[in-house]
């Protein structure tokens, strides 16, 4: 089974910005339809930003605008980049594949506060 390891995470001010990385295992990534997801404390998981294996994009509507999501499979690695970052945006980032998941990893940790 793939394994996914993000990483870019950290402590930022409003309106700043971050870009989070998902490194991937195995030798099929360029075929997975890739997703990135967040939980913030005492909610459920959802989804913020999805790219297809065609590269076709979709983004939640309170990140839309702000977040940008793509991808190099030539490294196995998807990408999103966070800016205008605001503190409702604080959560635990994952990325994984869909419409079939992975397993899910440890993530990396958003924290958006003055």
């Known amino acids: 089974q793939v394994q996914f390891v993000e990483s870019g995470g950290g402590l930022v001010q409003p309106g700043g910005s971050l870009r989070l990385s998902c490194a991937a295992s195995?030798?099929?990534?360029?075929?997975?339809?890739m997703g990135w997801y967040r939980q913030a404390p005492g909610k459920q998981r959802e989804m913020v930003a999805t790219i297809a294996r065609g590269y076709t994009t979709n983004y939640a509507d309170s990140v839309k605008g702000r977040f940008t999501i793509s991808r190099d499979n030539a490294i196995n690695t998807v990408f999103l980049q966070m800016n205008s970052l605001k503190p409702e945006d604080t959560a635990v980032y994952y990325c994984?594949?869909?419409?079939?998941?992975?397993?899910w990893g440890q993530g990396t940790q958003v924290t958006v506060s003055s």
């Open positions: 195995g030798n099929i990534f360029k075929f997975y339809n």
């Open positions: 994984n594949s869909w419409p079939t998941f992975g397993s």
